[in-house]
């Protein structure tokens, strides 16, 4: 029954430490009774089994965490319009056995290292999993550590150095050194050594709450130029309108709502997630050929020097089977097709640029691996309206610059702003601003939009750029460099945010450097393991007298 106690105690802690609704403080101590129950079981407990114990104690608590802060997902509806339970239940079961798996890993290390080889490895691995959460086909980095202050930027802004996955490194350095300390006194009681270790648990807390409270207060941005941006909020039901409604008179009210808007110079209009065309997509075959496009050139011609920036569903025909990739599908013989989501620049008298998304989300957006479990799985997509196959992505993040300004746009479509790394490629390219164009009301009213309104915080501190948000059912927003959203929107409700946006262009170190963090825990991590398993192979053939002084060194260093 205590075990279970720790594990519901770590759940608990976890889940109200999330955004939007919780106190991230809690996190600091949220892996402590995990690492207690295992201590306890492995050393102390009489269980037959202990590693399945152990396992099946972790999954509780990471299961519970996962259904806590990403139940919204169960509001994704079926074709038929009843609620999805596989939309919450695969990646809620798949999350925490992953989760699970990673601290099994580490119980399994710490049994034949020891404690201290042990805690390093667990810091390492939980690492290069997040690592590996932003990179694979089933991506679902939206629980990564790092994400719980995005409702407190005041107190991250050193993310613009070492990102979220730096702050995923302090919340498992904390917990470490809070759990060891803890061990610590509960062997000897000795006084001065718990002042000392509770001393440094504080100083490892608040000196980069200090650091980042000065970089907050005294961050200037020193802009190149300024841009005056409209983001149209259209509210289109995701299930009833968006899909089913006439594609030319979802243009129309689009318009027709920048229009009635646009009463100053706009430099930008700004338009959600595939609000072209709405019921179908796009032949990017013949963009010069679309009433769509014209229409909207025609409306930019009443506003000289205007722009449109859109999501779009387009889709490219292709007439060569060289040129196809495994997302295209035949449809006749000798033709392929291609479909996108995408953004779109329009500017009259141009070719319309596009941007294809390439964050995709797992099972609406993309067939994981679809070239081994097609084969095995069939056409097993879930379908909430949008995809039923995998679309296509573009491999290099594009950005958008025009003749009338000196704005360099990132066109970041929805999912893709929750990755750190990903984003700092369209500021590499030269983005001066980030336009992120999102259709989050796929949940309701719930934490959902919300929290990935929060993540987009992250994104402007760690690369020192302002963003623009527009969202189909709100929230759209205005977020500058230290990560404040300055201005925003009601959700659900149908409207315009009129925004005057800086272009800032200085790179920060993170843009520069990326997630530096996570390289070097993998690095960690590959050592680890090569260590154990090369001194098992030297003991095995009694070549142990000869080990490398360099490996007892670093040995050295952690005990």
């Known amino acids: 029954m205590k075990y279970i106690f720790l594990s519901l105690i770590s759940a608990l802690l976890l ?14 101590f949220a892996f402590v009774p995990l690492l207690l129950m295992e201590q306890e079981i492995s050393k102390f407990s009489k269980i037959h089994k202990k ?24 509001h994704a509806k079926n074709p038929d ?11 809620v079961i798949v999350n925490s056995l992953l989760m699970s798996l990673v601290f099994q890993l580490y119980y399994w290390y710490k049994k034949v290292r020891g404690t201290y080889f042990g805690l390093v490895f667990f810091v390492a ?12 086909e089933f991506t679902w980095p939206w629980l990564n550590l790092g994400n719980a202050f995005s409702e407190y930027p005041q107190l991250i802004q050193w993310y613009d150095t070492i990102g979220a996955t730096g702050g995923s490194f302090w919340i498992l350095l904390i917990n470490v050194f809070a759990f060891y300390t803890l061990r610590i006194w509960q062997a000897g009681r000795i006084r001065k050594d718990l002042v000392k270790n509770i001393s440094i648990l504080v100083a490892i807390i608040v000196l980069p709450l200090l650091i980042s409270i000065y970089k907050y207060n005294s961050y200037q941005e020193k802009p190149v130029g300024e841009v005056t941006t409209l983001l149209l909020q259209p509210k289109l039901d995701p299930y009833t309108e968006k899909y089913s409604k006439d594609s030319l008179q979802i243009l129309g009210e689009l318009l027709t709502l ?20 709405g019921n179908g997509s796009l032949s990017e075959n013949g963009f010069n050929k679309s009433t ?29 089977e060289a040129e196809t990739e495994e997302y295209s599908t035949k449809i006749q013989e000798g033709v392929w097709v ?7 620049q329009i500017i009259p008298n141009q070719e319309v640029e596009v941007y294809h998304k390439a964050k995709l989300v797992p099972g609406v957006e993309i067939f994981p691996y679809i070239r081994y479990l097609k084969p095995i799985l069939g056409d097993a997509m879930l379908d909430f309206g949008g995809a039923n196959s995998s679309l296509g992505i573009d491999k290099e993040r594009k950005v958008f610059s025009n003749r009338f300004n000196k704005a360099k746009m990132a066109p970041i479509i929805c999912y893709e702003s929750i990755y750190g790394e990903y984003v700092t490629d369209y500021v590499k390219n030269g983005a001066n601003l980030l336009a992120i164009m999102t259709n989050d009301s796929w949940w309701n009213n719930t934490e959902g939009h919300k929290q990935l309104l929060s993540y987009a915080r992250l994104r402007a501190i760690e690369t020192r750029r302002e963003i623009v948000r527009a969202a189909n059912s709100g929230i759209s927003a205005h977020i500058n460099a230290r990560g404040d959203i300055l201005e925003d929107t009601f959700y659900d409700d149908r409207t315009v945010l009129l925004v005057k946006a800086n272009l800032l262009e200085e790179k920060s170190i993170y843009t520069k450097i990326g997630d530096l963090i996570s390289r070097i825990a993998i690095f960690v991590l590959g050592f680890l393991i090569i260590y154990h398993f090369g ?25």
């Open 51 to 74: 590693g399945w114990a152990v396992f099946g104690l972790t999954y509780l608590a990471f299961f519970i965490w996962n259904v806590v802060t990403t139940g919204w997902l169960y």
């Open 338 to 344: 291609n479909s996108y989501n995408s953004a779109l």
């Open 81 to 91: 319009g009843n609620n999805s339970l596989l939309a919450v239940a695969i990646p």
């Open 292 to 320: 769509s496009i014209a229409i909207a050139k025609e409306f930019l011609g009443k506003h000289p020097q205007s722009i449109f920036l859109t999501g779009a569903s387009t889709h490219k025909f292709l007439f060569d």
């Open 258 to 277: 920048a229009e009635e808007n646009s009463k100053t110079k706009v430099d930008f209009f700004i338009a959600p997630e595939t609000a072209f065309p």
């Open 125 to 136: 691995i939980w690492l290069s999993f997040e690592r590996f959460h932003l990179n694979w």
């Open 15 to 28: 889940s109200i430490s999330w955004p939007t609704y919780g106190i991230p403080f809690f996190i600091f």
């Open 535 to 559: 001194e098992r192979i030297a003991s095995k053939n009694n070549l142990s007298k000869f080990r490398l002084s360099f490996f007892e060194k670093i040995t050295n260093l952690f005990v």
